[in-house]
């Protein structure tokens, strides 16, 4: 989703609901990579204040602690900040302009002859009992090495481009198909007469993504609050 794409919304009017939304891979790809989100890159993106609960509280607290508190080999950052590697998929959109691009480093121990690694600095080795103090960096295919795609032609992310999904209102994804379009519109009522159907095609970009990422958090009726308002 680096530029703008669309998704076909089917809306019961009377409710003002949207009863499911038509969309490709890159839509699937997208809200499926908001699974591995770290809640600290969750919190950044929406803001504290726009987090309900006590998420954010807890977010401010990292940011206030004094840094005498925390263990000589551990930064803020890390939790404020993490890095997501996610190798083989999309790039995210939320995430584009964000610092997770930087390759990972990792980190091996002084022993002779040994070979276990960890992604924390400083670390103990269960195997020798050495620090984990020599760096190394972890290389993930390029992003035109996943474009190219897989020996079976499909390009990266995470389902395959040639179905077309159904999307429920809480973000149920199933491939489309008229046995299950039509038992979820009978669901709304439509053999009495209590649906008014309509198809609106909506477009998206980074802030109809921010606004995905937070109503998954809080509600039921994600697309019809993202794309019809609350």
Request: charged share 20%; glycine share 8%.
């Amino acid at each position: 989703m680096a530029t703008k794409s669309s998704i076909k919304l089917l809306i019961d009017n009377k409710s003002r609901r949207v009863i499911f939304a038509e969309a490709g891979k890159e839509f699937v790809d997208f809200i499926f990579s908001l699974l591995a989100l770290p809640i600290g890159s969750v919190i950044k993106l929406l803001s504290s204040a726009s987090m309900q609960g006590s998420i954010g509280n807890l977010c401010q607290s990292v940011k206030n602690i004094d840094s005498i508190y925390l263990l000589p080999n551990k930064e803020k950052s890390t939790l404020l900040e993490p890095n997501i590697y996610l190798s083989g998929s999309p790039s995210n959109l939320l995430l584009e302009g964000e610092n997770n691009s930087l390759q990972p480093k990792m980190y091996v121990c002084q022993g002779s002859g040994c070979s276990t690694a960890s992604l924390e600095k400083n670390a103990i080795c269960p195997t020798c009992k050495y620090q984990f103090n020599r760096e190394k960096t972890l290389v993930f295919p390029s992003k035109e090495t996943v474009e190219m795609g897989t020996s079976t032609g499909e390009s990266g992310g995470f389902v395959r481009g040639v179905v077309t999904y159904m999307i429920t209102d809480n973000l149920e994804v199933t491939p489309m198909s008229s046995i299950s379009s039509i038992t979820l519109i009978n669901k709304f009522g439509i053999n009495n007469g209590k649906v008014e159907l309509s198809e609106k095609v909506v477009h998206l970009g980074m802030n109809e993504g921010l606004e995905l990422l937070k109503a998954s958090l809080q509600s039921k009726k994600v697309l019809t609050d993202v794309f019809l308002g609350k």
